[in-house]
Every structure is written in C-alpha cells, then in structure tokens.
C-alpha cells in the first residue's frame, strides 16, 4: 500500500504504551480516524510486531527502520525485500534516534525503491535535509532533535527549519516530499506546519501517550485537510 | 516458555527462504520434530515477523537480537520488555553478524534477565566466549565466524575450540550453558560437538536451505539424544 | 595552510610504509615533488603523527578523520580546534574505511569549515557524491570502494562515476571541488580523471608502496598539470 | 616503557586545556612530579599529538583508544603496531566516551599484547569489569560513567564498586591490575581508593582543568604512596 501526501505518520517507537494489544488498538483507531476524514494516515509500529500489524490494518504500516542488506545471512536485520513480503508499505530511514552511516541510507533507499516501497529519511537539519533528499527518498522529515517529545512544535519553535527544509529540498529534488516532526502535538501545530509548506506531519508520544488519541488524531487530520 | 539444554537452536537471520509462510512452515516443522523426540529446539525468526511466530507455535522463539535500551523513545530497538510482553524466550545477543559493544551486551543481560528471559551471546573464540561468560548470560554459543555458513562445522574443523570454551566458561560461571555454531550441518557434526561438551548447536543455513528440513532435524535431534 | 585545486592529496592509512620516519620521509618527498612541479600536493598522515608530520613538512596535511565534536570529554576524539591548532589544513571524512553517520559528516564539516579547515568527503557513488556535495564540503572525492588498492583505476573502470560525479556534484553546489580516487596508480590514470573533469586524485598504497615513489608523484604532477 | 602499579594516569581526552602546548607543559609537570616522587604517573595525550608527546616526555604516554586492525589499508585507524614503532607504552580500550565491541577490545587486546603493549580497559560497573578481565587485559579501570567529571570521586560515592571491581577482576584473572577513576580529584579520594584495594586511579578534568596541576598531582601522588 503505497504513501501519498500530505500524510500524517504515527511513529510507536518502542513505547510501552504501543506495544502488544495497546499498540494495536492505537493502530486501528488510526486507521478508524483515516476512514472517516480521508487522510492518509500510516502507523510505524514496533520492529518486532510489524508482521502482526500489516494482518490486522489496512493503513500502510512502514518499518522504523531498514538495514542496507540483501536477503541473507545477516542476523538482526531488517531487510527490505522482507518488509515487501509481509506487507509493509515503507521504512522511515536514519531517524535520530536510529542514525545511519550516509553510505547506508543511500543503498538502504535503492533497495527499498528497487522493491517498490516507500523511504522517509530523517534530518535533523537543513544541511541534512539537503543530503537526505539528494538521495532521492520518497520524503524527508525534517525533525530538530532537541523538539522530540517537547511538546513543544518544530513548527512553532522553529518555522524557518520547515520553510527551509521545503526550500532547500525542493531544489535539490523537486519531487522528493517533505514533512516535518518534533513536539507536534495539536492541530494548531499541524496548520503551521502545512502553512510553512509541510506535506505532512510526523509524531510519536503526543499521539501514543494522549489519554483520547481518537480525538486528538481526528484533529490533526482536520486541520491538515483545511 | 523458558529454555532448557541440550537445545538446538535455529536461527533464521534474515534469509529469504525463511521469511513469510516459508519460515513458519520451518517453526512449525522444528515444533513437530521437536515434539517428537522430545528434544528441545527453539527458533530465532526474522525481527520483523516475532510476534507472527510466538503466536504460531508452541516451542521457544527467540529473538536474533536485543538493544541495551528500555522501553521509550527509541525508534528501530528491540527492547527486553516488549520481546516479554509478546512471548518471546529470550534472545541471542552479539552474534558475529550483529556485534555489539560490551557495555550494551552486559546492559542487555542484565534487562532480559529482569524480565525473566533467556540470553545467548555469541563468542567468536575463547577469549570472547570468556568475557561473555564472565556477564553471566543463560548460555554462550561459540562460533567461529570463518565457519559459519561454510558446511565445515566447528565440532570438526575446530574441536578445541569447542572444548576450551565448555572449559572456559565453566570456570569464569559454572552455571552458564554453552553450546557451539558454525557450519554444523549433520548428525555427526552434533555428535562431535556434544562429546566435546557442548550442551547443544546453534544452526542457521543448514536448516535453512535444507532440501529435507525434517529429516535434517530429525537426525540432528536424535544425535543430541545419544 | 589552504588547500586549493586541482590537487593530488596522498592518503597514508594505517600502512606500515607511512608509519615513522618512513612517513616522514614520504611526506618529504612529496613536499619536494610540490616544489618542483607547483602542483598542490597534500598528505594525510597516520592520525597519531598528525602533528609531528605538520612541524616537519610545509606541503598541507589532512586528518584522515574527524569527529563532529567540540573540544572537551571526548575520550580518542579527532576533534576540528585541536587540527586548527596544531597546523593541519583540514580533514578527509567518510573514506570507505571509515564511514560516518549522516549526522557526523553534516556537524563535522560545521565544525572543520567554522575553524577555516578543508573538508572533503568521500563517496562510494552518484547517489552518495551528490549527498556529500548538498553538505558543502571543500570537496567531494568520489571512489568506489571495490577499486580501492586494485591497482585498476576508477578513470579507466569506471569513467561514467567520475563523471557523473562532476555533473551531479556541481549541479547541487557547484562551488564544491570533486576529485576522485580508487586505483589511480599511474599518469594516464590522473590523465584521464583529468580529461573527466576530475580536480586532482586521492591516491594510497600506490604511492605508499612505491619502489620509486619520488619517479610516481612527479609523473601524476605532471599529468595534472597538462 | 612498560608501566607498572599502583600509577597513576592522566586523561586528556579532547580538552582545549590540554591540546597543543598546554598539553605538552601539563604533560611535562606530570614527569616532574613522578620523578620527584617515585610515582607511576602515566599520561594518555589527544591521538593527535600522540608522537609529538613521547618525543618530549619519559614518562609512559598511553594512547586514548586502538583499533582492532593490523597495519594496513584502514584509513583514520589506531593501530598497536604503530603505537609500538613511535614509543606508546599502551592503550586505554573502551573508555565510556569510546566504547568498543567485545569482539574488537578482545582483538585490540592481542594485537596490543603481541608487541609488548599494555591494556587497560575501561568497564562501566561490575559485570563489565568481570568481562573485560576475562579478556586478561593488562589492567582494568572501573569508572561509573554517571561520576566521570562529577567531582565526585568513585572511591567516595560508590566504594562497594571498586572493592567490587577488585574482588571480581581478581577471582576472574588474578594478575589483572584493577585501577578506579570518575570524579577523582583529591588526595583523600586516592587514599579511600588504594584503602578499597585499587591500584591506582585514573582521572582527567581535575588535573586538566586545575589552576595549579602541579601541586595537585603531588598530592595525589604522595596520598598514592601512604
């Protein structure tokens, strides 16, 4: 199931609160929530339930991350030709919390592209935001890492890093897409991003930990739609 | 389910024919063979289809591998908690193909044993299998990496590799179970190994890319008996 | 001392040809070829003579590493204000032998390019030049890794990526220098890099290993000069 | 120069106050005061400058980090042989600011050992120390990272790990030395150090950052000797 944008990313991490059956209820009201607003909504569940959650929703599900191997002996990994066959619909790539070394974003990209899924690169800037989107992922999600799990949003903290990053990476390729994250949390913060030229939002424990994420994520949804 | 030895450990690291249905056609035929000789076998699946696997069979699924971190913002781990909550046995840890620094292994130890779960950490030679005994894991798998995947097994090519490290871990941690890897492939590659001490083998491609994977096991099981 | 292009920057890794006085001597025969000929030649000693080799040489010395760090608790740190102050010109980063997280190429040129030192990153391809070339380094020196020590150039093997490198380098930055490296062992090899659009060469063991290493340099000087 | 215990060592990690001629006077105060007092007193300078120290000073200089590899194509490596070939008397391993794998501190431990350098390897806590002395190192240094500059002295916030880290390291290889650091920074935090069965400290910032290392370091090396 491919991505399209503008889109709003749920990344579960490896949150407590997103693990097993919770996760899955978290995953199902977002794709709940998708149903009824039109959204493109896409969840990133653990590594270790990805399988589970592709059988059990129909939003696309994209991996946390991917390794730059082929199928092979190569244990530990997460492979790209795997993720196609289970379902999955992606990868986000070289979060912050999960750097990569750039040779291995590069080859991990022409794998996943090479098998017809989708790559959001992680940035924490603008300068890497313009290497990110030189390698031609599907999207780049530009994320201040001192703004995670703020609370407090990129785009409100730091507008000129998303009207940048929407810059900088629409010269480099114009049809890389761009999306933004870091301390989203209302949907206030979702029409900012989409007014500085966002295509979308990416989020984590505002969404996981909300003690009404159905309400929350279909406020999000509206104001992107606005 | 806890781990007991002698076991037989398969670890499917990220090889294609062990992915989707052809790897759960593998789990299921180790829970048969297993449960027909009453040996104990356990299955490492790919990360990214655990979850999938606990729930489809009956023997001990462990994981191929298990971050330092604990459950929380940490995009692309696997963390000890989750691996629990799921169903998970335990988890190999530095395998050749997955090293990891001293300090995350002795980290790692310490979290799965927090929740109860089994740890195997894999030793390139003596004097690795030494230092990862002194961290007092569940059991140390000593496998030559030059062997792995080379139908050369270790028990042969390398008996005293074998034998020193039985000797070696005994005598840093009397009750850490060892066993041995790396090109084991036949019943009398397991026969050698359990003379030499082992408490079982950890196999990978042989089982794998077997053309008779239940007659493989089979015999490799039987061979633990004797 | 700055560097400036076209130039011949001599990568003397950890080979122990270029270790003590040897490298010593090395470097000082590349300072006289410079003198000679008027082409810039640089030298990128072991990192644990940097500063002996910069006392004792006038030609520029490169880092063959550098962390993206600050000055300050960074245990066997390479770190941009010591280089600055101890005399070197700058710092290779992201060699195939030493490869860097995006992030750490990004903040390392930051910090080199904040102190007035040279930066230039190496990449193994198209995709990874033109990642390199968005962070604007000094320079981007382009190498495929399997033609690295092969003795068989990457002007001769693979004349579409040095090439394609220039193209795509200067179409994200087109002040950025591109060189390019792997096998170049002789003056038709620096000849044709030339002819490619290539500003100079980054060549090892060719030199490192030389029986007459003196007769080599002053050959590819004076083919980078025609 | 071998080093032998109780010493003292002195980290410089990559602190501006110990870079360049700084260093080199910090370096030399440090020889004064060992020759004046008949202490061990090593000193571990920036990788950088490491060449230009042993040519300046006669007291053992230690490098931060090695890397596992033989001399050889490893561009921006560490390697034992040429430590050796310049005068280095060893190498700190693993230090928390530069933590390695089991299987590459293992592997830096033989190559070190096999030119005749010593080893001394960092470990964060208990287990750690057990696994390090399993890989018979010349020496262990146990250091919480949580006190590493804290001012706090190890010996004084958590005595039960160094009278820990010297029973443990001791049952697990006898002849291995067992040294304590993090926080150290005055005479009293030696004396409780050597009274819980250390033989010598390892400290930076204090001696780094003192207004008058001088005076400190005979403090400390007199407190060394009670």
């Known amino acids: 199931m491919k991505l399209t944008y503008p889109a709003i990313l749920l990344n579960f991490k490896s949150y407590k609160e997103a693990a097993g059956n919770r996760g899955l209820e978290l995953a199902k009201t977002a794709e709940r929530v998708a149903s009824q607003t039109g959204v493109i909504v896409a969840v990133c569940p653990s590594i270790v339930e990805m399988a589970k959650f592709v059988q059990n929703v129909s ?3 994209l991996s946390q991350h991917c390794d730059p191997y082929e199928p092979g002996p ?4 997460v492979v790209a030709e795997h993720l196609k066959e289970i379902g999955v619909a992606g990868s ?4 912050s919390e999960k750097r990569l070394k750039l040779s291995d974003i590069s080859a991990a990209i022409t794998r996943l592209r090479g098998v017809g899924l989708d790559t ?6 603008l300068a890497a935001a313009a290497g990110a989107a030189a390698l031609e992922p599907s999207a780049v999600a530009v994320e201040p890492p001192e703004l995670i799990g703020s609370g407090i949003s990129v785009s409100t903290a730091k507008p000129e890093v998303v009207a940048g990053a929407v810059k900088t990476v629409k010269a480099v390729k114009p049809n890389v897409h761009v999306i933004c994250g870091a301390g989203v949390s209302s949907a206030e913060d979702v029409r900012k991003a989409v007014a500085l030229g966002s295509e979308g939002v990416l989020l984590s424990s505002a969404y996981v930990k909300s003690r009404n994420p159905e309400q929350l994520l279909l406020e999000l949804c509206k104001a992107l739609l606005v």
Chains 1, 2, 3, 4 share one sequence.
């Open 120 to 125: 959001v690169v992680c940035a924490d800037d």
């Open 59 to 61: 939003i696309p599900v």
């Open 92 to 95: 986000l790539l070289n979060h």
């Open 74 to 77: 190569f244990t530990g990994a």
